[in-house]
């Protein structure tokens, strides 16, 4: 299947349904979406605007859609949509949107500006309009099994360390476990702590959980370009694995897409409702915490913040839970302006954090976090999603910002007292 | 043709011309829109209470949270010039005849000083939005010919009415043959210019409500 412009406004045009079409007639150029795009608010470049990342989205569906934009295109009023065009906005619909959907929360006519660019992907990805990045981010995924190209014996060699330095087995490919754990890869490499963290606080709760040899990787790049096809596959594995080993519960880690990908969009890629229940880590931990599963010990002094993943809070609905597990341990928490709901995003998200050249605008637009974290000057930052750490560690290092990162699930842990009866 | 003749042909044919582009016009546009449908969403949906299509319809008519200092001139302006020209349209006592010949409905109206002094005020929005458009480079740089298109078709019946009332400029009968001929004019070009937006907006905060809305999100 090579991509082409012809391919490209095929999948387009199938792209456009009643949300968009109703999304493009309401838009009355006002620019308040604007003011809520970080790479508009800190590059005052007005090409940032979110509607105007669709541009190439609307004409086409004017020209495809509509009696008046079909009689202009008939007698040649009205621009066709060109490669060197889609090729142009590449930058807009990747490198500088994060799929955070502010410009979603805010607009006056209620447009789901996210949504569109979402859609919008499909076409530029089969038109060949994706960045590199991404592109080999998905073919590792679909071919070895994870963007970074892990494989099973990393994750191995990872469960070996947790069960050396904590003393407990990690249950792989256990049939009948009531929860089946997914990873990030960048957990995987960067911050293993979060499989020792799990093992804990399942020990602690009496629960049965389990990874699986066949689906370990959560992250879903097919998704995040924009090619359907690709992320069904990915997600598939998730659902067969599910499947096999018949677990309750499937959990999403600490990575917001990975969460979209699994939580909204995985029974849409494969057709059909899912036998199984995904929830995001946080959501798990809530449950545990209001069961009475959940015990901690011993509170943070240092002052605290908590960065909320876009797709966990803003476009996933989950926004109590994790101030509800940050009481449980720490004393001097502050919120960021804008935290929760409006909270800004990391910059990185929406595959945007795999892009090369999109670093510089990356860097450009995380001034929006530096002066939400000014504005609080905490000691640490807590949050939920690996990719929002590694993106946000980038920028405060470009920044020479000293901020250590910490994620919330394996804070929660460290609380967790050693059962007395453990060697 | 003369003044009374124009004022008669706009009261009668003209109208009837008008509201039928209108009438028809907002059908077709309606099915041509709402007739593309949307996929069943299969994602187990999380229920909370006020995240529906419903709820975003009015939460949307008011800023979110921290919006409203980054573009006072577009909310302020926007409220004035919409509750402004709702106001002179719909409570306007010779509007309310209109309609009662057309419709048989009728409801009371506002004093015509008030009419008066509030679509000086709808006007001045206006003027000020316009300016802004010009001003803010994000505006100036999203605008198009549409833009510019329906601000004029807008502000010509406010104007022209206005000055009607007040016998100014051209004689009484011409003015208010404009009046309504600009107004038969917005009314035709409502359903295929930007002010279709005056039906869309309900949908498309429906949707982003009812789409956010399943996975728990009041938006
Ligand atoms: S905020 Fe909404 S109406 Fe305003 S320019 Fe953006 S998309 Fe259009
Ligand atoms: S989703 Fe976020 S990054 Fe993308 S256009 Fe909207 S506000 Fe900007």
Redesign the pocket.
């Known amino acids: 299947m090579s991509a082409s412009l012809e391919k490209g406004v095929r999948v387009l045009k199938e792209m456009i349904d009643a949300p968009i079409a109703s999304y493009f007639n309401s838009c009355v150029h006002c620019g308040i979406?604007a003011e809520?795009?970080?790479?508009?608010t800190e590059t005052g470049n007005p090409k940032?605007t979110?509607i105007h990342?669709l541009e190439p989205m609307r004409r086409l569906y004017e020209q495809e859609y509509t009696f008046l934009g079909r009689l202009a295109k008939m007698v040649g009023l009205s621009k066709p949509v060109t490669d060197a065009e889609l090729g142009e906005w590449q930058e807009l619909v990747y490198n500088?949107?994060?799929?955070?959907?502010?410009?979603?929360a805010v607009c006056p006519v209620g447009n789901d500006?996210?949504y569109m660019?979402r859609k919008m992907r499909e076409g530029m990805s089969a038109s060949g309009h994706s960045p590199d990045g991404l592109k080999g981010a998905v073919t590792r995924t679909v071919n070895i099994g994870s963007p970074m190209g892990i494989k099973l014996p990393a994750v191995k060699a990872q469960m070996k360390h947790v069960e050396a330095d904590y003393g407990m087995t990690i249950p792989l490919d256990m049939e009948g476990a009531e929860y089946l754990v997914m990873l990030s890869s960048m957990e995987i490499i960067n911050f293993p702590e979060y499989l020792g963290a799990i093992a804990k606080i399942m020990r602690q709760a009496g629960k049965t959980w389990t990874l699986c040899s066949e689906a370990f990787e959560a992250t879903n790049a097919g998704m995040q370009i924009g090619n359907s096809d690709l992320a069904r596959v990915i997600v598939k594995r998730i659902v067969d694995g599910a499947e096999k080993l018949k677990v309750k519960t499937v959990i999403s880690p600490e990575c917001g897409h990975a969460y979209t990908a699994l939580r909204w969009e995985g029974a849409n890629l494969v057709g059909k409702p899912f036998s199984f229940k995904v929830q995001h880590i946080v959501e798990v931990l809530e449950e545990f915490r209001l069961a009475g599963l959940l015990k901690t010990e011993g509170m943070e002094t240092d002052r605290l913040t908590f960065h909320d993943p876009?797709q966990l809070a803003r476009r996933g609905g989950v926004i109590e839970p994790q101030r509800n597990l940050l009481k449980m341990v720490a004393k001097d928490f502050h919120e960021m302006p804008d935290a929760g709901f409006m909270n800004w995003?990391c910059g990185g998200g929406?595959g945007a954090s795999a892009i090369e050249e999109g670093e510089e605008l990356r860097l450009e637009a995380f001034k929006r976090k530096k002066s939400q974290l000014d504005a609080v000057k905490p000691k640490r930052l807590v949050t939920a999603c690996a990719n929002c750490r590694i993106v946000m560690e980038e920028g405060l290092e470009h920044y020479q910002m000293n901020l250590p990162i910490v994620g919330l699930t394996e804070m929660i842990a460290e609380h967790i007292p050693d059962p007395v009866d453990s060697k | 043709m003369d003044h009374l003749q124009l004022l008669t042909w706009a009261r009668g044919p003209g109208l009837d011309l008008s509201l039928g582009v209108l009438v028809l016009g907002v059908i077709w546009r309606l099915i041509e829109i709402y007739g593309l449908g949307r996929k069943q969403d299969l994602s187990a949906p999380r229920d909370v209470a006020g995240a529906s299509g419903w709820n975003t319809i009015i939460r949307r008519s008011v800023p979110p949270p921290g919006m409203f200092k980054t573009s006072p001139v577009s909310y302020m302006g926007g409220y004035i010039f919409h509750i402004g020209l709702a106001i002179v349209v719909f409570l306007f006592a010779p509007h309310i005849k209109l309609v009662q010949g057309v419709l048989g409905l009728a409801w009371p109206g506002l004093p015509s000083q008030m009419v008066d002094f509030v679509t000086v005020v709808t006007m001045a929005a206006m003027i000020v939005v316009l300016f802004d458009r010009i001003n803010k480079p994000v505006k100036r740089y999203l605008s198009t010919f549409g833009d510019w298109f329906t601000w004029a078709l807008t502000f010509i019946p406010l104007l022209s009415g206005w000055m009607a009332v007040h016998h100014l400029l051209v004689p009484y009968t011409l003015m208010l043959a404009i009046h309504i001929l600009s107004v038969e004019l917005l009314l035709i070009c409502l359903p295929f210019t930007k002010l279709f937006h005056a039906f869309t907006v309900f949908g498309s905060r429906w949707y982003n409500g009812a789409i956010n809305g399943h996975k728990g999100v009041p938006v």
């Open positions: 979406c809520a795009c970080l790479f508009y940032y979110p990342k500088s949107c994060t799929l955070c959907g502010r410009c979603s500006i996210a660019v876009c995003c929406g």
